[in-house]
């Protein structure tokens, strides 16, 4: 199956520091999406992104879908220990009306007070 | 509204034994999927519909059936329980199939 390979795998960063993460494929993708998931819970929408270059902010949160297609960076500023969780990228792909939505393996976020 | 809702949220199954898990949504979104979620591996598409009637097969469709009656239920059967289906089962349902609202689980164990 299709593969995203998400980065770093965990971070563990004071709170204040700014986060960095990032999604890449050796397929293109027409959507990227940014999913937040705590703990017990299912995932949660934070960022969608629709064309190549574009840069799209939710608050604190700054995503890019990057030019050649096959990546995407999420950006965190400020980090709260509310930011705690574990980040997921997707990809879309568009076939004929499939549903062909792919994740990546995530990013555990851990902010220390 | 809401939502997505999943039943049950936990359940433990003896190898071999059946059963279904539901979901719902009041949404009145017309695609609807199943993932599972397992250690290291995100989330991978099981089933997925694009409307009543219509069912297709995802990444990992073996050993599960769907249907979907209406369009607001989506239950995902599990015919003859193996430990390699022990996981975290998320529904989900979107407009278009691309901005999913996932619901809160259903974590399974198969003993």
């Known amino acids: 199956g299709q593969q995203l390979n998400q980065s770093p795998q965990s971070m563990f960063i004071q709170e204040g520091e700014d986060v960095s993460m990032n999604c890449t494929s050796s397929s293109i993708f027409n959507t990227w999406l940014w999913y937040k998931q705590d703990p017990g819970e299912g995932p949660v929408l934070l960022i969608a992104?629709?064309?190549?270059?574009e840069l799209t902010s939710n608050g604190r949160l700054t995503a890019q879908f990057g030019i050649t297609r096959k990546d995407s960076f999420l950006n965190i500023s400020a980090s709260i220990p509310s930011d705690v969780g574990i980040y997921f990228c997707a990809g879309h792909r568009s076939r004929g009306g499939a549903n062909n939505l792919f994740f990546g393996t995530g990013t555990r976020l851990t902010v220390i007070p | 509204n809401a939502g997505v809702t999943q039943t049950p949220k936990f359940q433990v199954l003896k190898t071999g034994q059946s059963m279904t898990l539901q979901c719902a949504q009041d949404?009145?979104?017309?695609?609807m999927s199943w993932y599972r979620q397992d250690p290291g591996m995100g989330l991978r598409l099981i089933h997925y519909s694009v409307g009543a009637g219509i069912t297709d097969q995802g990444e990992v469709p073996n050993g599960y059936n769907v249907s979907r009656s209406t369009t607001e239920d989506f239950p995902l059967r599990l015919l003859s329980a193996a430990p390699s289906q022990t996981s975290v089962y998320f529904c989900a349902s979107s407009t278009t199939g691309r901005k999913e609202f996932f619901g809160p689980g259903t974590r399974l164990t198969v003993l």
């Open positions: 992104l629709y064309k190549a270059g």
């Open positions: 949404m009145n979104h017309e695609y």
